[in-house]
């Protein structure tokens, strides 16, 4: 690899920077809502399961990097506020599955435009931060 330049400092720290900010904004969003963070972040993750059942909670923890355990913890939360559901699986009994209840849908559309509308703003930023860096495949690794 070759030597790091200034720039490259630079531009690592204005993405960062531009991440925490939209982290801290989407937290805030997040809040006037009603939702905490957490709670927001679980009914994206449910909504948006690629695969076309309902997700496990395994699948959950997988989709927000946490612990099986804290998931469960706060989708006991989230089925009290009402926002989201247990169902058992059609084919599988011993199987439960997640769905977002009509509040929770009603929340996470309106925090999903803002948050649509905020990306959009970005993108332009983020691209031409990105658009000089060299591609490795070997990143994440």
């Given at each position: 690899?070759?030597?790091?330049?200034?720039?490259?400092?630079?531009?690592?720290?204005?993405?960062?920077?531009?991440?925490?900010?939209?982290?801290?904004?989407?937290?805030?969003q997040?809040?006037?809502?009603?939702?905490?963070?957490?709670?927001?972040?679980?009914?994206?993750?449910?909504?948006?399961?690629?695969?076309?059942?309902?997700?496990?909670?395994?699948?959950?923890?997988?989709?927000?990097?946490?612990?099986?355990?804290?998931?469960?913890?706060?989708?006991?939360?989230?089925?009290?506020?009402?926002?989201?559901e247990?169902?058992?699986?059609?084919?599988d009994?011993?199987?439960?599955?997640?769905?977002?209840?009509?509040?929770?849908?009603?929340?996470?559309?309106?925090?999903?435009?803002?948050?649509?509308?905020?990306?959009?703003?970005?993108?332009?930023?983020?691209?031409?931060?990105?658009?000089?860096?060299?591609?490795?495949?070997?990143?994440?690794?």
């Open positions: 690899m070759s030597k790091l330049t200034p720039r490259d400092y630079t531009t690592l720290l204005t993405f960062r920077t531009a991440l925490r900010r939209f982290e801290r904004w989407s937290e805030e997040a809040r006037q809502v009603g939702l905490t963070p957490a709670q927001h972040q679980l009914l994206l993750a449910i909504t948006g399961h690629p695969d076309e059942r309902e997700p496990t909670i395994g699948d959950i923890a997988d989709h927000l990097a946490v612990r099986h355990h804290s998931v469960v913890g706060l989708v006991d939360r989230a089925v009290e506020a009402g926002l989201v247990r169902v058992r699986d059609e084919y009994s011993r199987v439960v599955r997640l769905a977002v209840t009509p509040l929770g849908e009603q929340r996470l559309e309106a925090l999903s435009e803002l948050h649509l509308a905020e990306l959009g703003r970005l993108a332009p930023i983020l691209d031409h931060l990105t658009a000089s860096l060299p591609v490795s495949d070997t990143a994440g690794t």
